[in-house]
C-alpha cells in the first residue's frame, strides 16, 4: 500500500515554485492563474545502471548506459536530447524505426509539443511507448536541479529553450559524476547528451555553455543510415510565417447569400441549384449536378465547398469559363492530410496557419496535374437552399482527445469522424469521450459557422463496440436511413385476426376471397428461388396446348388482398418502401406473418395469386395474354440449383420436369428476341458470403455467386410479366400509372472509358444506343484475361443512370423506355412482397381487370409521385445497404481467410489511376480497394499509368495484391487495406 | 530565435484542458505523486480579529482559509438557543479575491450554503455541546482562496480555530480530500484535478478512528469507493499529526510565555493535544 506523506516545502522557495500566468474566459474577462510547483529530487536519469537513480526511479530506466555507438560524430556514446521543434516538425524521422538512438525526452518539450499540437502529442506519446525505441521522459520541470523560472521579460520560448539547455547541462554533469575515474583504471570516455536543434540562436547559448549540440540535418548526416533517414526530414518552415494573435475569430468561408437573393437568383438563372455531393477520394473537392449543365459543376476547395455536406440542396455560382477546372485525379484523404489538425486549436485560435499553407500547397500542387483538356464547370456555393443533416455514424478521434483516462469526467472537445468518405469531421464537445472510444456513436450536426472550419454537433448515442455485429448492422441501417423499427400494434392489427391458421376458405359463393377468382389449384406449378428463401412471392407453370401453342403462367403472391390502400400497414409499407436485405439479416416491408407465410406461396398449400397467364407460340410470340386473380397450389418450390438438376435429368418425364423444361425453352428464345431488341447484359460484382453455422453467422470464406440456366428463366418470365402488366395498366391509367423506366446515359458518361478502352486495349465502345453498346460490349474480351470482360460491364454500368419508378402521367410518353432492358415499357410486378411499388401496380391491375375498384388516392397524380420519389430513394438506399453489409462481411471474411492463411492474396484489375495510387477491383471477392504510395511516384494520366520503380502499372492491368483488414488507429474503423505485391511490391512505398 | 511562434496562449476554452492529471511516471501536474499531500500551513493566531476567542488560519498548497471562533457565549437569539446544549452557528464568507475571477458568492450561494451546512454538521458532534446548555458557538470562516479541497481545508482550519478558543471537543477534527484517477487514488486535490474526477472529502476524528463526515459530489463506481476512502482517512491521520505538533508548538509558545505549565507538556512527552478533553 502507498504511503502518504506531505510534500513540504518552504514558503521561500515559492518564487521558483509558483507559475503565474494569465488567462481569458469565454467572455473576455483576463484572469490570473497561479499553480504550485512541488520540486523534487527522486527524478531518475533513466539511464541504465546510474548509482544514483536507478533505485528511485519509477518506471524502470530503459536507456543503455553508454548510449548509442554508432553516430560518427560521437564515439564515445551519446544520447540525444530533441527540442520542441524536432517534434513539432520532424516527426515521421523520429518515428522511423531506423531512428534508433536513446532519446532523452524532457517534460518541457512534452508539454510543449501538447500545447502546440494534440495529435503530435499524441504520435510522440506512441513513440515513447514503442518498443524498439528507447526513449525516457526526464521530467526536468520537477527536478529541483533542472527547474527554472522566467526571467523578467522572457518569453516563454526563450525560457523552454533555457530550460532545455539547462536539462542538458545537468545530463552531462550527472554522467560524469555517478561515473568517476577508478584509480588504477584506464579512465573510460564517457558518453554525451547532445543537444538536438535547429535553432541557430540555441545552439550558439549551447556552444557557449559548453555542450554539444547539433542540427537535425547534421545529426543525420552523420548517422548510420543516413541517406534512407534524409528523405525522412520535412522541408525547413518557412520563417516568415508567424501567427499573430487575432483578436476576432477570422472568417474561413464567406458568407451565404441572403435567402431571397438566391432563390431569385436561381429563378433569373444565373445562380443553379442541386444536390451537393462529395467526393469520396479527395475532400477539397465536390460537386453538384445542375440542370444547365451536362457535366456537374465542380467545387475545388474548402472555400468554394463553403460549408456545404454531402446531401444538401446547395445554390452554386458558375465562373467563368477561363477559371474552370478539371477534375483531380489524386487520393486526398483527410484523416491522412489533417491528421494534425487540432480540435481545440480551430476553435478558437482560428487557424493554424500550418494547415491552410499545407491545404493550399496540396490543392495547388494537384492544380498544376489538373489536365486543361478535361475542363468541366466550376463555381462555388453562395447559399444553402435545404439543409440535409442528420445522425451520422462516427467514431471518436482517439488523437484528439486531452485526456483518455476512463474516469475523467472533465469536458473535452473531440473530433468524430463519420464513417462514411463523404462527410468532414465534426467537432463535438462530451464529458464522456474516453468511454466512447471504440464506440459506433451518432452524432449530429447542429451547425456550421464561417469561422468555424469544421461542422460542430453533437453526441446523440451510442451504437455499441466497433466492429460488434449489432453495433455494425445497426449503423448500416442508419447511415442508409432505413427503418428497422419492429412494426407497431396499429400495423399489426391490420393482419387477419386468424394469424399463422389463416387459409384460404373452402370455395364458396359466399366468401369474399373467392369472389372473381379463378380456381387453378390444379395447375403444375412450381417456385423457384435461392436457396432458403422464405418470401416466396412468384411461382410458375406452363403446359403445351391442344392447339401447339404453349401456356405459361406467372403467379405472383396477391399481397394487395391482404394490404389494403391508407391503413396503417399500407403507410408503413409506403414509407418504407423495399425490404432490405443485408448479409444476415431481412428487414421487411411487411410484417413477417404476410412476408414469409401467408402472402408467401409455400408450396403444397393454397395460396392467393395474381396470375399473368399468355398464350405463346412455340416461337415465344405471345399470342394472348390474361391477368386474373386465382388461388393455386404450388406443387413444389425449388432452388435453382434443385430445378437445374431436374431439367438436366434426363431420366425424369413428370409433369414439373417437364414444366421446367418448357418454361427453360421458351426463356431462351425470349432472352434471345431481348438481347435482340439491345438489352445490355450488365454485370455488377456479386458475391456470396458462407457462414460457419446458422446460429453463429461468421463468415468464413467469400465465393463468386454462380449462375444457373434457371436464374435466367425466372429473370425471363419476370420481365415478360412486368411488361405485360405495364402495358395494361398504362392502357387503362393513362396518368397514374406505376412504371419503371430506364434513361439512356448521357454520351459524355462514357468518353473516359472509351479513351481508356481506346487506349489502353485499342478497343472502341460503341454508345449510340444500348443495341451497340451491347454488342461492343461483347468484343471487349482480353482472351488472356476473362475478368476483364466482367470488368468493362462494371465499369460500363457505372457510367449509367439508374433505374427510377415514375409516374405516366407526370413525364412525355417518349422517355418510358427502359434502356437496359431495350423494352419500350415496364413496370414492377412480381415481388410485391419486398417492394411497395409492386403492390401498387397490383391495385392498378386488378382496377384494370374490374376485379376491384381503383383506390381514389390511385388517380392523384400527386400522390403517385409522392409515394415513387420515396421509394426511390428507399429503393437506392437499400442497394447501397445491402452492399455495405456485404463488405462488411467481406471484410470479416478477409480478416478470417487470414487468420488461417497468414495473409491473402488476390488477383486484382486495376481501374483507376490516381497521381499518388491505383484503385484496383478484386473480382474473387468482389471489392475494390485503394492502393495508396506515399512517395510520389510517375503518374501519366493521359496513358492511365503510373510508373513505380520502373514499373508501369496501367489501367486494366492485371495485378497481385495482398489484403488485409487493419483498423485504423484513429477511427477504429475496421479498413481493408490492399498492398501490391506484383509487379512491384509496394508496401515500403506506403 | 528562429523558432517559429504561435500564438501567446492567452485563451484556452477550459481552464487546463491541457494539463495531465498523472502522467506516466505518476508524477501530478505540479510534480506531486498520487499520494502526497500538499505543504500545509497551520497557524494558530491568537485573538485574531476584533474579539475572537480563537481563530486559525490552515492552507493546503493555494487554498487558503482562515477561521474565527466565538464562544461559547449565550445565545443571542432565543429561537436557537437549545436548552440542553451549546447551538454551533456557522457562516462561511467568500472573499472576492478568494477566487478566480472575481467572483461574488454571496450568503445565497449553493456552495457556501453547502460548505456552512456541511461544517455544522461535522463539529455538533465533535463539540462537548453538552457541556454548554443554552450557549452558543460561532464559526466564521473566510475563504481567502481557493485551490481545491475547499471543505477539508475549512474542516481544519476550523478544529484548530476551535482547539484555540479553548472549546471542548472529542477529538481534533482532520479532513482530506482525495479522488480517483484511472484505478489511482490521488491525494488533496487541487481545483484543477478536481474537476476531471469523481472524489470526496473525508473527515475523521483519528483516536478513535470515527469518520465524522463523507461529502462526494461526483458518481464513482462503487467498488472503487473503498479503496479512495481508505486512503483519505489515512491521510487524515497524516495530517492530524501535523496539526497537532502545530497546536502544541502554540501551547508551549504560550507556556514559555509564561514560563510556567506541566513539565511533561513543555517536554513534548504527551501525544495529545495540549487543551483537549479526555473522554
Redesign the interface.
Same mark, same amino acid.
Given at each position: 500500500m502507498? #504511503?502518504? $506523506?506531505? @510534500?513540504?516545502?518552504s514558503?521561500e522557495d515559492a518564487v521558483v515554485t509558483q507559475r503565474k500566468f494569465?488567462?481569458? *474566459?469565454?467572455k473576455g474577462?483576463?484572469?490570473?492563474?497561479?499553480? /504550485?510547483?512541488?520540486? @523534487?529530487d527522486d527524478?531518475g536519469c533513466g539511464i541504465l545502471h546510474c548509482r544514483e537513480c536507478s533505485a528511485t526511479s519509477? &518506471?524502470p530506466p530503459c536507456l543503455p548506459p553508454d548510449g548509442a555507438l554508432d553516430h560518427q560524430q560521437f564515439p564515445t556514446g551519446h544520447f540525444v536530447l530533441p527540442d $520542441?521543434?524536432v517534434f513539432l516538425s520532424q516527426m515521421d524521422l523520429m518515428e522511423s524505426h531506423l531512428f534508433r538512438t536513446p532519446i532523452v525526452l524532457l517534460q518541457t518539450v512534452l508539454e510543449e509539443v @501538447?500545447? @502546440?499540437s494534440?495529435p503530435l502529442y499524441n504520435r510522440l506519446?506512441a513513440l515513447?511507448k514503442m518498443e524498439d525505441k528507447q526513449t525516457w %521522459?526526464f521530467?526536468n +520541470?520537477?527536478r529541483s536541479e533542472t527547474a527554472i523560472v522566467r526571467n523578467e521579460g522572457e *518569453? &516563454?520560448?526563450?525560457r523552454n529553450?533555457r530550460g532545455i539547455r539547462k536539462a542538458t547541462a545537468w545530463y552531462n554533469t550527472h554522467l560524469s559524476m555517478t561515473r568517476p575515474p577508478i584509480r588504477g583504471k584506464q579512465q573510460k570516455l564517457l558518453p554525451v547528451v547532445v543537444l538536438l536543434t535547429?535553432? %541557430?540562436?540555441?545552439r550558439q547559448n549551447a556552444e557557449k555553455e559548453g555542450m554539444p549540440s547539433v542540427s537535425i540535418r547534421q545529426y543525420v548526416e552523420g548517422m548510420k543510415d543516413a541517406s534512407q533517414l534524409a528523405d525522412l526530414l520535412s522541408a525547413e518552415?518557412d +520563417?516568415s510565417? +508567424?501567427? $499573430?494573435?487575432?483578436s476576432r475569430r477570422p472568417q474561413l468561408y464567406p458568407d451565404y447569400l441572403p435567402n431571397a437573393t438566391v432563390l431569385t437568383g436561381i429563378k433569373a438563372g444565373h445562380l443553379h441549384q442541386g444536390h451537393y455531393n462529395a467526393n469520396e477520394f479527395n475532400y477539397l473537392e465536390g460537386s453538384v449536378s445542375v440542370p444547365a449543365f451536362a457535366k456537374p459543376v465542380l467545387l475545388v476547395g474548402r472555400e468554394n465547398m463553403n460549408r456545404a455536406v454531402h446531401g444538401d440542396i446547395v445554390a452554386v455560382e458558375v465562373f467563368n469559363k477561363t477559371d474552370w477546372k478539371a477534375p483531380a485525379d489524386e487520393v486526398i484523404d483527410q484523416e491522412v492530410a489533417l491528421k494534425n489538425d487540432d480540435v #481545440?486549436d480551430s476553435? /478558437? +485560435?482560428g487557424e493554424p496557419l500550418g494547415l491552410v499553407a499545407e491545404e493550399q500547397r496540396i490543392l495547388r500542387e494537384e492544380e498544376s496535374a489538373r489536365q486543361a483538356a478535361e475542363r468541366q464547370p466550376t463555381g462555388r456555393v453562395v447559399g444553402i437552399v435545404k439543409r440535409n443533416w442528420r445522425a451520422y455514424v462516427c467514431h471518436i478521434d482517439r488523437t484528439s482527445l486531452?485526456?483518455s483516462?476512463? *474516469?475523467?469526467?472533465?469536458?473535452? $472537445?473531440v473530433f468524430a469522424t463519420p464513417v462514411s468518405r463523404l462527410l468532414p469531421r465534426i467537432r463535438m464537445r462530451t464529458r464522456q469521450a474516453p468511454s466512447l472510444l471504440g464506440q459506433k456513436i451518432l452524432v449530429t450536426i447542429d451547425r456550421w459557422d464561417s469561422a468555424s472550419r469544421y461542422p460542430e454537433g453533437h453526441f446523440v448515442r451510442a451504437l455499441g463496440r466497433v466492429e460488434s455485429k449489432e453495433a455494425e448492422q445497426e449503423s448500416l441501417l442508419l447511415e442508409f436511413d432505413v427503418p428497422y423499427r419492429p412494426f407497431g400494434k396499429a400495423i399489426l392489427d391490420c393482419l387477419p385476426p386468424e394469424g399463422e391458421q389463416w387459409t384460404v376458405p373452402l370455395k364458396g359463393d359466399d366468401s369474399p376471397e373467392w369472389r372473381d377468382r379463378e380456381d387453378l389449384r390444379d395447375l403444375t406449378i412450381c417456385s423457384i428461388d435461392p436457396p432458403g428463401c422464405q418470401d416466396i412471392d412468384d411461382a410458375l407453370h406452363a403446359r403445351k396446348l391442344l392447339n401447339g401453342n404453349i401456356e405459361a403462367g406467372v403467379h405472383i403472391a396477391d399481397v394487395s388482398h391482404f394490404v389494403s390502400p391508407e391503413n396503417p400497414m399500407d403507410t408503413e409499407a409506403a414509407s418504407r418502401g423495399t425490404t432490405v436485405y443485408l448479409v444476415d439479416k431481412r428487414i421487411d416491408m411487411l410484417p413477417a406473418l404476410l412476408g414469409t407465410n401467408l402472402c408467401s406461396l409455400r408450396p403444397y398449400v393454397e395460396r392467393l395469386a395474381f396470375s399473368v397467364i399468355w398464350e405463346l407460340s412455340p416461337e415465344a410470340e405471345i399470342v394472348n395474354v390474361r391477368f386474373t386473380k386465382s388461388v393455386i397450389k404450388s406443387k413444389s418450390a425449388f432452388t435453382y440449383e434443385e430445378a437445374q438438376l431436374r431439367k438436366d435429368d434426363p431420366n425424369l418425364h413428370d409433369e414439373l420436369s417437364e414444366g421446367i423444361r418448357l418454361l427453360n425453352h421458351i426463356a431462351i428464345k425470349l432472352k434471345a428476341g431481348r438481347i435482340a431488341a439491345g438489352a445490355l447484359n450488365l454485370a455488377s460484382p456479386e458475391v456470396k458470403i458462407h457462414m460457419e453455422s446458422a446460429e453463429s453467422s461468421d463468415p468464413i470464406d467469400v465465393e463468386q455467386k454462380q449462375l444457373h440456366e434457371t436464374n435466367s428463366l425466372v429473370e425471363e418470365f419476370m420481365l415478360l410479366a412486368n411488361i405485360s402488366v405495364a402495358r395494361k395498366i398504362q392502357e387503362t391509367f393513362p396518368q397514374t400509372a406505376v412504371l419503371r423506366r430506364h434513361m439512356p446515359p448521357p454520351p459524355e458518361n462514357f468518353e473516359r472509358l472509351q479513351d481508356i478502352l481506346r487506349k489502353r486495349k485499342g478497343l472502341a465502345l460503341d454508345v449510340s444506343s444500348s443495341g451497340a453498346l451491347a454488342a461492343s460490349l461483347d468484343k471487349c474480351i482480353d482472351p488472356s484475361e476473362p475478368a476483364f470482360n466482367t470488368l468493362v460491364r462494371i465499369m460500363a454500368t457505372r457510367c449509367m443512370l439508374s433505374a427510377e419508378y415514375f409516374c405516366s402521367g407526370s413525364v412525355s410518353p417518349d422517355t418510358f423506355k427502359h434502356y437496359g432492358l431495350a423494352s419500350p415499357i415496364y413496370t414492377h410486378f412480381t415481388s410485391p412482397i419486398r417492394r411497395y411499388a409492386d403492390i401498387l401496380a397490383h391495385r392498378q391491375l386488378a382496377a384494370a381487370i374490374g376485379h376491384s375498384t381503383l383506390h381514389p388516392t390511385l388517380h392523384s397524380k400527386q400522390h403517385v409521385e409522392r409515394v415513387l420519389s420515396v421509394v426511390n430513394r428507399r429503393h437506392r438506399m437499400a442497394q447501397m445497404a445491402g452492399r455495405a453489409s456485404v463488405e462488411f462481411y467481406v471484410g470479416l471474411a478477409v480478416k478470417a481467410r487470414g487468420e488461417k492463411t497468414a495473409r491473402v492474396v488476390e488477383e486484382a484489375l486495376v481501374i483507376r489511376t490516381f497521381r499518388n495510387g491505383l484503385n484496383v477491383f478484386v473480382s474473387s471477392l468482389g471489392i475494390e480497394g485503394l492502393i495508396r504510395f506515399k512517395r510520389d511516384i510517375d503518374f501519366d494520366a493521359e496513358n492511365y499509368s503510373v510508373t513505380v520503380d520502373d514499373v508501369r502499372i496501367a489501367v486494366f492491368d492485371k495485378v497481385t495484391v495482398r489484403i488485409e483488414v487493419e483498423q485504423d488507429k484513429n477511427t477504429q474503423r475496421g479498413k481493408v487495406k490492399m498492398t501490391l505485391t506484383s509487379p512491384v511490391d509496394s508496401s515500403a512505398l506506403q | 530565435m528562429s523558432r517559429p511562434r504561435g500564438p501567446t496562449r492567452l485563451s484556452k476554452p477550459y481552464p487546463g484542458s491541457r494539463i495531465e492529471i498523472l502522467n506516466d511516471a505518476s508524477l501530478r501536474s505540479e510534480g506531486r505523486r498520487p499520494t502526497e499531500l500538499r505543504a500545509p500551513t497551520f497557524e494558530v493566531v491568537p485573538g485574531g480579529a476584533d474579539s475572537a476567542d480563537g481563530s486559525a488560519s490552515a492552507s493546503m498548497g493555494l487554498t487558503s482559509v482562515r477561521v474565527e471562533v466565538f464562544g461559547p457565549r449565550e445565545g443571542r437569539s432565543r429561537a436557537q438557543t437549545l436548552h440542553d446544549r451549546a447551538s454551533v452557528n456557522v457562516e462561511v464568507v467568500w472573499v472576492a479575491f478568494g477566487e478566480a475571477g472575481r467572483r461574488r458568492r454571496g450568503r445565497g450561494d449553493r456552495r457556501v450554503a453547502e460548505l456552512t451546512s456541511s461544517l455544522r454538521d461535522t463539529f455538533q458532534p465533535a463539540i462537548l455541546t453538552a457541556l454548554y446548555p443554552r450557549a452558543q458557538i460561532d464559526i466564521h470562516v473566510h475563504i481567502l482562496a481557493h485551490d481545491g479541497a475547499l471543505l477539508s481545508t475549512c474542516i481544519n482550519a476550523t478544529s484548530l480555530a476551535l482547539l484555540s478558543a479553548g472549546v471542548p471537543m472529542r477529538d481534533l477534527v482532520a479532513a482530506v480530500t482525495a479522488g480517483v484517477h484511472g484505478s489511482t487514488v490521488l491525494c488533496d486535490l487541487t481545483a484543477l484535478e478536481e474537476a476531471d474526477m469523481p472524489s470526496a472529502t473525508v473527515a475523521v476524528l483519528p483516536r478513535s478512528g470515527k469518520v465524522a463526515l463523507v461529502g462526494m459530489e461526483t458518481r464513482l463506481h462503487v467498488e472503487r469507493f473503498g479503496e479512495m476512502f481508505d486512503v483519505a482517512r489515512r491521510a487524515a491521520g497524516v495530517l492530524c499529526a501535523e496539526m497537532r505538533a502545530v497546536a502544541r508548538g502554540r501551547a508551549r509558545e504560550i507556556l514559555d510565555a509564561m514560563d510556567s505549565g506541566p513539565a511533561v507538556l513543555r517536554e513534548g512527552e504527551n501525544d495529545s493535544g495540549a487543551v483537549m478533553v479526555e473522554e
Open positions: 502507498s #504511503e502518504i $506523506t506531505i @510534500r513540504k516545502r514558503l494569465f488567462k481569458k *474566459t469565454a474577462k483576463i484572469i490570473k492563474v497561479i499553480r /504550485e510547483r512541488y520540486l @523534487r527524478i519509477s &518506471p $520542441t521543434n @501538447r500545447h @502546440r494534440l506519446k515513447v %521522459v521530467y +520541470e520537477f *518569453t &516563454p520560448n526563450d529553450d535547429d535553432d %541557430v540562436a540555441n518552415r +520563417e510565417i +508567424e501567427a $499573430t494573435v487575432a #481545440e476553435d /478558437e +485560435e486531452t485526456s483516462s476512463k *474516469t475523467s469526467i472533465s469536458q473535452q $472537445t | -
